[in-house]
């Protein structure tokens, strides 16, 4: 593997951290909702490109935490306090708790596989967007306006994430933060279990790993990245309704993280800038037909491209202790130092020859 997936993921975000000296106001607005979708391709990469685990329902962990982040900046949660940045933290840690009482329901026992897995993910997305919709605690159909920006007073007076350029670098921050975990854990030990899982789960099984358990622990990371991405959301926009929680977002997730490269996080990432310009082009072209146009190329990318538009681009090079030279290389340097640690045997003379000769 080249270091082109090395240099061009360097560029990315060299070109992300400049954007504000290019830009109009409003295009950072439009960019930081790019980025917060990202975080949301980047969250199914990892349990689907990684692990196998094709999930139809992101969305659901998705608005979970876009209605927690909403819910806590309002202060209509009973016994905790107004605050958009303790919404942030509680909208994060809603999102894994609730995947990690799907993994538990889903993964042991009579654990669901393949499209059994896929229908139970959409079905529970759907029903919890009915429920949305018919609750009027959370705003019912209508959904919460006037949702708390991020408030940085204490590093200038008055200033909060509402301002274009401090949304987006807070955008900007989250987004590299969420893609230096990820890419950690997925160069990590715990990626090539992930990985093994998505190969061949029952050979990883006979090793001895709890299938269980691993599958459970990704799903709860993913859905703890994508409720940080719909609190994001909830605060850029201002408002949050049950559409951020059903089929279409969870079809759109869907379809960034595979038309850029669902093996690839930043690819994934880079996959829902890519959608949403051609939705933005093809719908001001076409109208409502733009749909139609999206859901062809959908198709056509999974069918002739499996790695996505952009896997193979922001590829990165495989860890050292993963590559062929870097395995070759730390065996032949133990067999060297085995062999001078190891001490000198007598020569032993041939079968029926003496040692003096004769």
Not at 127 to 143: C, D, M, Q, S
Not at 179 to 199: E, I, K
Not at 309 to 323: A, T
């Amino acid at each position: 593997m080249t270091r082109l997936g090395l240099y061009t993921t360097i560029i990315f975000w060299l070109a992300m951290a400049m954007l504000p000296l290019v830009v109009r106001p409003w295009d950072l607005v439009m960019f930081s909702q790019l980025l917060i979708y990202g975080i949301a391709a980047m969250s199914l990469a990892l349990i689907w490109g990684q692990g196998g685990l094709l999930c139809f329902g992101q969305a659901l962990f998705f608005g979970v935490g876009a209605y927690v982040m909403a819910l806590t900046g309002k202060g209509l949660i009973p016994g905790i306090a107004a605050s958009a940045w303790l919404g942030l933290g509680l909208a994060t840690l809603s999102g894994a708790l609730v995947a990690l009482l799907a993994g538990f329901a889903l993964f042991f026992g009579q654990a669901l596989r393949g499209p059994y897995f896929g229908i139970v993910t959409i079905a529970a997305a759907v029903i919890v967007e009915r429920f949305a919709t018919n609750w009027r605690y959370i705003g019912g159909y209508n959904g919460l306006l006037d949702i708390e920006p991020l408030s940085f007073a204490l590093i200038w007076p008055g200033l909060d994430s509402a301002e274009p350029l401090a949304g987006y670098l807070t955008a900007l921050l989250a987004a590299f933060a969420v893609f230096l975990l990820l890419n950690a854990l997925v160069r990590s030990p715990f990626g090539t279990v992930l990985r093994g899982l998505r190969a061949d789960e029952q050979r990883v099984a006979s090793l001895g790993y709890s299938v269980g358990l691993w599958k459970t622990i990704a799903f709860c990371i993913g859905g703890g990245t994508a409720a940080l991405s719909g609190a994001l959301f909830a605060v850029q926009f201002s408002f949050v309704s049950p559409a951020v929680i059903g089929f279409a977002m969870s079809t759109e997730i869907l379809i960034w993280a595979a038309v850029g490269g669902k093996e690839v996080l930043l690819a994934a990432m880079a996959g829902a800038a890519v959608v949403k310009y051609f939705e933005a082009v093809l719908s001001d072209a076409i109208g409502h037909y733009y749909l139609l146009v999206i859901g062809i190329i959908f198709i056509v990318v999974v069918v002739a491209l499996p790695r996505g538009l952009l896997g193979r681009l922001f590829e990165l090079p495989r860890p050292q202790r993963l590559r062929a030279d870097g395995i070759s290389g730390h065996t032949q340097k133990h067999r060297e130092r085995a062999d001078a640690a190891a001490p000198m045997e007598p020569r032993q003379p041939a079968p029926g020859k003496q040692e003096d000769g004769t």
